[in-house]
């Protein structure tokens, strides 16, 4: 069992939600990181590279739309891994179709993985964390939390969703000893996406002028509100690029 506790990252991929899990593994947690059990192999390397450094990291297949499976989940963690000081929901979503070609189905499906997903790991992390007295736990928004854009009907409301369900907890379980903060990562995020975007040259360009967010200094962030006093804590934080028009 962990001795320092856990940090749970229910939507770790190669970008902000891997950064997370290494930078809580290096202020000594033990990290736990999910993904649909599809995408599991990419995970445990993930895992891998974080043990060789000297954390610990678990790679865990879970459908986070799945009210069993997270529960299971939240259980399985604390009663094998260690209690979760730090709870992180990082799934994204982000979709792009005109409102005539959004289908119900994909606005639903949608929905399901940034919305759903939020509400079961919010509500589960204030499960475990509650009768103990203290935890984090930390939602990534996006522009979208805050402003509807043309063509992106779906991830808007989802997110708007999102930020919404944040507040509620925050002011809920502030007074009972928990940190519960929402991230707007607004701009381009380094990662899978913004690359086959720009390509590599041109993402290592802006990345090393600081004008696309690089998910290492996102992570940082995370791991500051984490470590908040309580007389003063961040309910919302913006991190953009120093050129992002806003």
């Not at 607004?186 to 090393?208: C, K, N, P």
Request: with cysteine; glycine share 12%; hydrophobic share 45%.
């Amino acid at each position: 069992m962990s001795e320092r506790g856990v940090c749970l990252v229910i939507g770790a991929g190669a970008g902000v939600g891997g950064a997370v899990a290494r930078a809580f593994a290096a202020e000594g947690l033990a990290v736990v990181m999910t993904r649909r059990p599809r995408n599991l192999d990419q995970l445990e390397a993930m895992a891998a590279e974080i043990r060789a450094d000297g954390g610990e990291a678990h790679a865990l297949g879970v459908d986070a739309r799945d009210e069993a499976e997270m529960t299971a989940l939240f259980d399985r963690v604390e009663r094998e891994i260690g209690p979760l000081e730090v709870v992180v929901f990082n799934i994204g979503a982000n979709v792009h179709f005109n409102i005539r070609e959004t289908t119900t189905r994909v606005y639903s499906k949608v929905w399901e993985m940034a919305a759903l997903a939020g509400f079961l790991t919010g509500r589960e992390a204030a499960r475990v964390m509650t009768p103990r007295g203290r935890g984090t736990i930390l939602f990534t928004g996006a522009t979208a939390s805050v402003r509807g854009r043309e063509g992106f009907s779906a991830f808007s409301g989802a997110k708007h969703a999102l930020r919404a369900l944040a507040q509620s907890m925050a002011r809920e379980l502030g007074p009972q000893g928990i940190h519960v903060a929402h991230v707007i990562c607004d701009g381009a995020i380094d990662g899978v996406f913004t690359r086959e975007r720009m390509g590599d040259a041109g993402a290592d360009d802006r990345l090393a002028k600081g004008e696309i967010l690089d998910p290492d200094e996102i992570a940082r962030n995370y791991v500051w509100l984490h470590n908040q006093g309580r007389s003063a804590w961040t309910f919302e934080m913006d991190l953009r690029p120093w050129t992002e028009t806003w």
